[in-house]
């Protein structure tokens, strides 16, 4: 994003969107092939809930002063560089945050992440827990026939089929107690 102001990029999946040798010249220590980077008078944004991997730089903030006031938080930034390209070209050729930008410019808040390149505290590593971005809805995740039923039957009559729902039992479903034999 150049030059964007007060933009807001959430929800959004970024995976494997170049290769290991773009490289700003052969000299280069670190490439500039990125997920999502904003670059320019980029201020202000809030960049929220993304999932952010498989390439060489997962969040690229350009350098040059300008880039301030951005909010960047709860997004899952891991697997950048992949170790593949680790591997081949080394450990310094990326990060999952890579920010040129001045320290203490932007906000990072509650990311998960592994590795930070840039000037200031780290926000980094922090991989966090498995429940701590569960969805609220539980079946939401799930692609079976009583999840699309669930979803489908959120409201007692629907248009897409012109009929009555039947009454679907609570999340999760009570489990029954099991009979014991003497």
Not at 134 to 150: D, T, Y
Request: glycine content about 12%; some cysteine.
């Amino acid at each position: 994003m150049v030059s964007s102001k007060h933009n807001r990029v959430r929800l959004n999946t970024f995976y494997g969107n170049g290769s290991a040798t773009s490289k700003d010249s052969l000299s280069a220590a670190n490439s500039n092939n990125f997920d999502l980077g904003l670059f320019g008078a980029s201020q202000n944004n809030l960049v929220e809930k993304n999932k952010i991997g498989g390439n060489i730089n997962g969040l690229y903030l350009g350098g040059g002063g300008n880039v301030i006031g951005n909010i960047i938080r709860r997004n899952v930034i891991l697997g950048n560089p992949p170790a593949e390209s680790i591997r081949e070209f080394g450990v310094s050729i990326g990060a999952d945050i890579q920010d040129f930008s001045a320290a203490g410019t932007n906000t990072f808040e509650g990311n998960r992440c592994q590795s930070y390149v840039g000037a200031g505290p780290s926000p980094c590593p922090n991989v966090g827990q498995p429940q701590e971005m569960r969805s609220k809805r539980p079946w939401q995740p799930l692609f079976g026939i009583e999840s699309r039923r669930r979803l489908e039957c959120s409201m007692p009559y629907t248009i897409s089929t012109g009929r009555f729902c039947p009454r679907l039992p609570a999340w999760p479903l009570p489990v029954k107690p099991r009979r014991t034999i003497p």
